[in-house]
Structure formats: structure tokens, C-alpha cells
């Protein structure tokens, strides 16, 4: 299942332009006939594709041109939101506020807690450590989640997924291999549970059906019913959870 359509380039270069507050990507096309500019909505990346021919150089007398419609694209983009002390950030659909405590000797490194009527997620340890204690949980809690989603989903439909990866990627919630590989963005443990159980339905059914078929979305409405809530939500809230740890990406 595919969020956006990406090019697939022969020689990508990164690069930056001066007073541009954006990663540049240069990607050389074998069947691109004139430049093209886009801003990926989830990486919040410029990427100029060219064609075979053209050098560095020329890609960015292109950007430049156009560096007034690049910078209200991104300014149009919602604002990323790095891991730190007193974010804001859901987990499971449910806002959370993030404190890092200091605080070394616990049993968890990550607990949750309420504070009144907001929820809270307390990470322990050291400060300078904490984005990546809380990295490491979330991954943790979408595997957690994905494999009894997974497990599920293939029960039903008598499916045998040979593996399940969780991966930081931006340009699918998910995927299946044709070996039966099943890997999944961890930002679904941001998205209310029901999203995250359709995309490993979704992925459970290509095991079946590596299409987009009527027969594919049988299989994938017999065990999940309320698939099209779930699609919905994707498509008008999707964007929003790459904003969370967005520089990293990828
Ligand atoms: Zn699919």
C-alpha cells in the first residue's frame, strides 16, 4: 500500500540550498525529459528530478527560480515535531504529554500516566538519552501491536506471514514482500488502534492477493469490517503522523 508515488531514480544527491530550511534532493531520471519540483509531504524534503544529462549545478539554477513556491509549499507543510520534553503527541489516538523525568532508577524506562485528564508519558534516564528511549518504546509498543494484529488477520484467513519488520519509513504504512515479509511504518502506533489493525489486515490479505483487486478487498473486509473508516482516516489524517520525529525520516 502506497502513500505517494516515488520515482524511481538511478543516482540520488543531497544537497542544501542556502537559506533554504529543507533537505535538497537531486534525483537523475533515465526517463525524465525536463526538470521537476516537488515537496514530499512526509520528509518534508525539496526534490528536484532531472533529466540523465544535467549536473548538480543546473539543478539548483532550477531551484533557485523557484525558490519562492518551494518555500510556501513548505510553509503550508504542518510543522514537524521533535522528540523533546513537553511535546504533544498521541500514541493509540490518545494525546499524550511528554515529560522526561532524569529520573535514572525505575523499572520502565517509559510508563504512562494521567495528570489530571491528560494522559502522560514519563521517560526515564538521562535527558540527553530520552528521544531515543521514547524512539525505542514506540517501536516496541508497534510491534506489540502489529503482531497481535497480524496474528489475528492471518488466523482469520488461514495466512502465514514468514516475518514481520518495523521499520522507520515515509513512503508506505506498510508492505508485503513476496516471500511473505510484512513491514510496517511505526508511526501507526500514533494512529487510533482501528487504523493500525486495517494496514495489518491490508498487509495479511496481500499475502493472498498481491493486488488491488475485488477479490483483495474481500479478503480484507471479511476480516476487517470497518476498512473504509479506517481508510478514511488515513487519507485525511495520515500526513499528520510523519510530523513526529520528522528529520529522522527516511
Ligand atoms: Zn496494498
Redesign the pocket.
Known sequence: ??QSPKSKAVATAKTSIHGLDAPVEVRRHPTARRMTLRVSRTTRAVIVTVPMQCDLDDASVFLNRHLDWVRERLGNLPLPVPFDDGMVMPVRGVLHRVSFTGEAKTRHLVDHGEDGAQSILRVHGSREHASRHLRGWLFEQARRDLDACVLHHAGQLDLRPKRIAIRDQSSRW???STTGVLSFSWRLVLAPQLVLDYVAA??VA?LAQMN?GPR?WNLVRATMPRMDEAKLWLQHYGTELHRYDAERAG
Open positions: 500500500m502506497r506498510g508492505s508485503c491490508h498487509e496481500h488491488h483483495f
